[in-house]
């Protein structure tokens, strides 16, 4: 099995910054594939920022040139930087992982952004 953990969620202003991690143990695949999603009061869960199986990215309209999604392979660990944060962004985030016939989710961090 595996586990994700995510961090860095919080309080921040309109304009402001905040970097997520997500930390996954267990048996990992090097063939998995990560991601960030987020879900709001009201609304579906959508995708924020993943990575393909081929290693590229794929980032929501609404987030291009604000979020960057990073990883570090060497210690299982996925990062969402946050930058220009709007109110719209307010949202709890998860982690995900994608692996052939399972998927994984962290337990979200929320992430409140106020004017």
């Known amino acids: 099995q595996v586990r994700l953990v995510e961090s860095g969620g919080g309080l921040v202003q309109a304009g402001g910054s905040l970097r997520l991690s997500c930390a996954a143990s267990?048996?990992?695949?090097?063939?998995?594939?990560m991601g960030w999603y987020r879900q709001a009061p009201g609304k579906e869960r959508e995708s924020v920022a993943t990575f393909t199986r081929t290693g590229s990215t794929n980032y929501a309209d609404s987030v291009k040139g604000r979020f960057t999604i990073s990883r570090d392979s060497a210690k299982n660990t996925v990062y969402l930087q946050m930058n220009s944060l709007k109110d719209e962004d307010t949202a709890v985030y998860y982690c995900?992982?994608?692996?052939?016939?399972?998927?994984?989710w962290g337990q979200g961090t929320q992430v409140t952004v106020s004017s």
């Open positions: 995900h992982l994608d692996r052939r016939w399972r998927e994984f």
């Open positions: 267990g048996n990992i695949v090097n063939g998995d594939v």
